[in-house]
């Protein structure tokens, strides 16, 4: 599809001007001078391509202004959905601006011109937890705690002011140079839900993936994304320690069945019972699915803190001496 003409100061990805370039007579050939991308005039110059899709791709570059690498979200115009562009992208760019975590992918940037708009990002140069699943198998639970308790505080932190992600999933969990987690591509998010006298506003729109998506999701009926978001992070804490997704999305039908069953846990790898009953406590019906504060007091979480039945035995013992 044809788009308008190239303007002046829309020359992207190293697009050459359709303006005539400046020449300078120094008594030998006039010499012209390249003209500056839109990228370029904001400091960055653009790297290898580190992922793509089907309307947008994402690049390393070099910023002069950060004076570090820098991932860009380089999003075509005229190759992404109508939707996309008028409902999710611009509700993308508000939500990420007003975020600001050590375990979120920061927002840097954002630039429009007629053909494109890129989304300058942090760079997590260390890849993406499903990358570190898929060459360790699967990870033990020392870094498995850690990083899964990384994801509860950022989405947390998100939740608190109002914002769900919609989209959470190993893809979307990229690593930092001291591996750590941060969560990314709010493509998906949604700002201003934060509940009303206790009310929580409740989406109708279905997105993500259906290997990470709720039972509410799959049902097609009026969500609260909070709930969905938790769901998620069980899933991904599953994947984590066993290195494989608890539900099988190659079959509607049957994954619909899978997610409002109990979970099933395979023999192998082995892990603890603690981790397991984590587990079970996210990825269960929506009436009994926990909450993000009881996730955070959870004893797998915080193994070195004696759960609350025995402080009250300890207490039972103390008074009774």
């Known amino acids: 599809m ?18 005539p370039t400046a ?9 012209t001078e390249r003209k500056l991308t839109v990228l370029e005039t904001h400091g960055y110059v653009l790297g290898r391509t580190i992922g793509s899709g089907s309307y947008a791709t994402v690049k390393v570059a070099t910023s002069d202004r950060h004076n570090c690498q820098v991932a860009i979200k380089i999003i075509s115009k005229f190759q ?29 940037q954002a630039i429009e011109t007629t053909h494109r708009v890129y989304i300058v990002m942090e760079y997590a140069e260390n890849g993406s937890l499903l990358d570190i699943i898929r060459k360790d198998q699967h990870i033990d639970e020392m870094r498995g705690r850690r990083w899964f308790k990384q994801l509860v505080e950022a989405v947390d932190y998100c939740h608190e002011r109002g914002v769900v992600h919609r989209d959470i999933k190993c893809e979307n969990l990229l690593m930092d140079h001291g591996l750590n987690i941060k969560l990314s591509d709010f493509g998906f998010a949604r700002g201003h839900m934060k509940p009303k006298n206790g009310v ?3 989406s109708e729109t279905f997105c993500g993936s259906y290997a990470y998506a709720s039972p509410e ?17 069980g899933v991904v804490l599953y994947a984590i320690v066993y290195g494989r997704l608890p539900f099988d999305d190659t079959n509607y039908t049957q994954l619909l069945k899978q997610v409002q069953n109990k979970v099933s846990f395979p023999r192998e790898p082995k892990v603890s019972t603690e981790c397991r009953k984590l587990i079970t406590k996210i990825l269960s019906p929506l009436k009994v699915r926990v909450k993000i ?12 803190q004696p759960a609350k039945d025995e402080e009250v035995d300890t207490a039972q013992v103390v008074s009774k001496k």
Do not use: C
């Open 200 to 202: 929580y506003s409740l």
């Open 2 to 19: 044809p788009g308008p003409d190239v303007k002046a100061n829309d020359n992207v990805l190293g697009e050459m001007s359709t303006e």
């Open 23 to 31: 020449t300078v007579h120094s008594g030998v050939e006039a010499k």
């Open 293 to 304: 504060p009881q996730i955070l007091e959870d004893p797998w979480l915080n193994p070195n």
């Open 80 to 108: 992404a959905p109508g939707d996309y562009l008028k409902k999710f992208l611009p509700r993308e760019i508000e939500v990420v601006k007003g975020l600001k975590h050590e375990n979120l992918i920061r927002f840097l």
């Open 217 to 233: 999701i799959l049902k097609g009926v009026p969500y609260r994304p909070q709930d969905s978001d938790i769901w998620s992070m």
